[in-house]
């Protein structure tokens, strides 16, 4: 009897286990908001940085032109990285970021990302604080940004000799 139980918990759960574990989407309008994240900090003093990906699927260009903390952040900043004099610097997107009709933007480590200021407390793997995005065209959307320790991706190697 309980073989046959656990056989059964064994064949529900699989699929489950395969599944993206902080796997997580928004849509407003014709944007799709693919998994909004964070990185853990390790005290609140240090900013936050958090990532998404936004897909317009719709024939009108879009811009994001607000960010803004639900309660656990003073302020936050749409951030790019720029060139200048062989240097690669932060820089805020004052005018907000445009989404191209029929292309997805990805913040990404690295890259484009939201700068969160003055945390009220660290941000701690598994936690979903929530920040509302606003766009010039379609309104607001409240999204919960997962708490994730970023994933290792092995680079390439090249074995043909």
């Known amino acids: 009897m309980i073989k046959a139980i656990l056989a059964t918990l064994a064949l529900v759960a699989a699929p489950l286990a395969a599944a993206p574990a902080f796997a997580h989407d928004y849509v407003i309008g014709e944007l799709k908001i693919d998994h909004p994240w964070a990185r853990p900090t390790a005290t609140n003093r240090q900013p936050g940085a958090g990532f998404f990906a936004i897909e317009n699927s719709g024939e009108t260009d879009q811009r994001l032109i607000e960010v803004r903390p639900e309660g656990f952040a003073e302020g936050i900043e749409i951030h790019a990285i720029v060139e200048e004099d062989g240097i690669f610097r932060m820089r805020n997107m004052a005018d907000g970021l445009v989404i191209p009709a029929g292309e997805t933007v990805a913040l990404e480590p690295g890259g484009m990302h939201l700068m969160m200021?003055?945390?009220?407390?660290?941000?701690?793997?598994?936690?979903?604080?929530?920040?509302?995005?606003?766009?010039?065209?379609?309104g607001e959307i409240e999204v919960a940004l997962t708490v994730e320790v970023p994933q290792m991706v092995e680079p390439e190697m090249d074995h043909d000799h």
């Open 117 to 138: 200021f003055g945390l009220a407390e660290p941000l701690v793997e598994g936690a979903t604080p929530s920040v509302t995005l606003v766009f010039e065209d379609l």
